[in-house]
């Protein structure tokens, strides 16, 4: 059976996301101690407050899309403040996030979703868009830690998109 172009980007950017959180947190696991939680310069204040976020805004908008509690209250919310712990909880949410997306549909793709933003006003909005808004906001935040990581001393990994798309068995593996 024939995979919609819809249905191999969603899976395609649900696995970019994986493969560039993977090499973002190989290289702030490897900073010296103290450097991932030093106070910066920068929206959140810190390359483990931001990734933090990160995790935080995918658990709160897949859980709308789910109709369940993300279990958060802030997006500033700090779940995890020790690197490694944020790390395995992030590659357990991003192995979520695949699992999520494979067995979605065209029609679960362009269908639509109710839910209450943290303010408790609601909406509905179909739900191949807010995909789009989540792998984006996963993206506009790792060029921020991705910074911080050139100002920490440490050598940023390359994590564009077209890197990802390079490679045979990340493009096979999402069908």
């Known amino acids: ?21 993977t090499r973002l947190y190989d290289a702030v696991v490897a900073l010296p101690p103290g450097e991932a939680v030093r106070e910066r310069p ?39 403040a020790d690197p490694q712990a944020l790390y395995g909880a992030r590659e357990d949410f991003d192995a979520h996030i695949i699992r999520t997306v494979d067995g979605w549909d065209d029609a679960r793709l362009a269908g639509t979703f109710r839910y209450a933003n943290m303010a408790g006003e609601t909406f509905e909005q179909p739900l191949h868009p807010v995909l789009t808004h989540v792998f984006n906001h996963q993206a506009h935040h790792r060029g921020q830690v991705h910074q911080m990581l050139s100002e920490s001393g440490a050598e940023p990994p390359s994590i564009d998109l077209i890197y990802f798309l390079r490679d045979p068995a990340s493009v096979l593996e999402a069908g």
């Open 42 to 80: 920068s929206f959140f204040g810190s390359i483990v407050k931001t990734l933090n976020h990160v995790l935080v805004g995918d658990r709160i908008w897949f859980s709308r899309i789910a109709g369940t509690d993300a279990g958060v209250s802030r997006l500033d919310e700090v779940l995890y």
């Open 1 to 21: 059976m024939s995979m919609s172009q819809t249905v191999r980007h969603v899976r395609t950017m649900a696995r970019y996301n994986a493969w560039a959180n």
